[in-house]
């Protein structure tokens, strides 16, 4: 029997994106041959041990509109021109190009929609931009037969809005152990201090970062935080180790591939995640470092948004913040760390990670994909 094609069409460049990697890998599973298409950048690194076909595109321009123009003039050629029985678009911003040819072939279209993608501090701050984007949604979304999302309270808002089903798929890692363990003096960290990460792709604007970077002056040396990714505040917190005099308390890893990252993650005390509550987007996330720092085993420090909350409530798996004052957060990893707690915290990760496992949670994306098929 031939194998049904598929493209599966992002905006970033692959190579960190572990959400639409676990899609893809279902998607082979379902006996689908997967084209995964993205963007190539100047700073991109290689793509590793990929199992089906990648497409990186290179564009002149690699933000602003005309990068939106661009990729998404590029992409919709892509996709005219390649054979396929579906389309798999991840979020807004690939859309339009997808919805076009799924009509124009009359092939079947699914959404993947990562956030509310209409209310993320880049466009909530620019009226403009978040008018055409929203124009765009409310034109296509209803329409759609077959929609993802990230949580529970993300589907629900979609579905109040737009009548439209959607079904949610949480950004849940495999739970296995890895073959080898990497140890601190293998990674170049510290062997003798409390290691404090913050990771992920989108280190950006009203996630905590500044705050905690600076609740570092009011802990002692034992202590050392680690940032791990990208973002557009990582420049900034930069130039603020240095303001703050932090430069030996303070390292930096620009991105790196989901198993490189987690052998940092395994060598951590305790793992951040301190979004603010300044936009819905905000709100309803559930960010993957809460899984990754789950599997990893160590305790969490979160804001107390609804999604994070109810998990890291249910298993006992950490303490919150109640602001966001840089005092208040070094008192909070302070006590987490040398409360006895410490290790209760450590322990029901275990029963966590067991049950917030990809194995479980892809049978929902599986029952999907039959249903298309």
Not at 6 to 23: E, F, G, K, P
Not at 255 to 274: D, M, P, W
Not at 329 to 358: D, F, L, M, P, R
Request: one cysteine or more; charged letters at 25%.
């Amino acid at each position: 029997m031939q194998k049904k094609k598929v493209i599966v069409s992002v905006i970033n460049d692959l190579v960190t994106d572990q959400r639409v990697a676990r899609t893809c890998s279902v998607l082979m599973e379902c006996n689908y041959e997967v084209l995964l298409v993205g963007r190539v950048q100047k700073n991109s690194k290689p793509l590793e041990n990929r199992l089906y076909k990648c497409k990186r595109m290179k564009l002149l321009f690699e933000q602003g509109v005309l990068f939106y123009l661009f990729f998404n003039i590029r992409l919709f050629f892509v996709l005219l021109f390649t054979k396929a029985d579906v389309l798999l678009a991840n979020d807004l911003d690939t859309l339009l190009p997808n919805y076009i040819v799924s009509k124009l072939k009359g092939i079947t279209l699914i959404y993947d929609s990562h956030e509310i993608f209409c209310e993320v501090p880049e466009l909530v701050n620019n009226p403009a931009k978040k008018h055409i984007w929203e124009l765009l949604e409310k034109w296509i979304v209803p329409k759609l037969k077959y929609a993802i999302t990230v949580n529970e309270s993300i589907a629900d808002y979609f579905i109040k809005k737009y009548r439209t089903p959607f079904i949610y798929i949480r950004n849940i890692p495999n739970y296995t152990p890895l073959a080898t363990y990497k140890t601190r003096i293998e990674l170049g960290l510290p062997e003798d201090k409390h290691i404090v990460i913050l990771q992920g792709a989108g280190i950006n604007v009203h996630r905590g970062a500044e705050e905690l970077l600076e609740a570092f002056t009011y802990l002692d040396d034992n202590f050392v935080l680690l940032i791990i990714g990208g973002g557009d505040v990582i420049e900034q917190l930069k130039a603020n180790t240095v303001k703050f005099k932090l430069t030996e308390k303070v390292i930096f890893i620009d991105k790196l591939s989901a198993l490189e990252l987690r052998q940092y993650t395994l060598n951590a005390n305790l793992g951040v995640t301190i979004d603010k509550d300044t936009n819905m987007n905000y709100h309803f996330s559930l960010p993957n470092k809460v899984f990754d720092y789950m599997h990893a085993g160590i305790p969490i420090l979160a804001s107390k948004l609804p999604e994070i909350k109810t998990i890291i409530d249910k298993y006992d798996i950490g303490v919150f913040i109640d602001n966001h004052n840089p005092q208040h957060i070094a008192n909070q990893i302070s006590e987490i760390i040398n409360n006895t707690n410490y290790n209760v915290y450590k322990n029901n990760t275990k029963q966590a990670a067991i049950e917030n496992n990809w194995l479980t949670e892809k049978q929902k994306l599986i029952k999907l994909i039959q249903e298309v098929s």
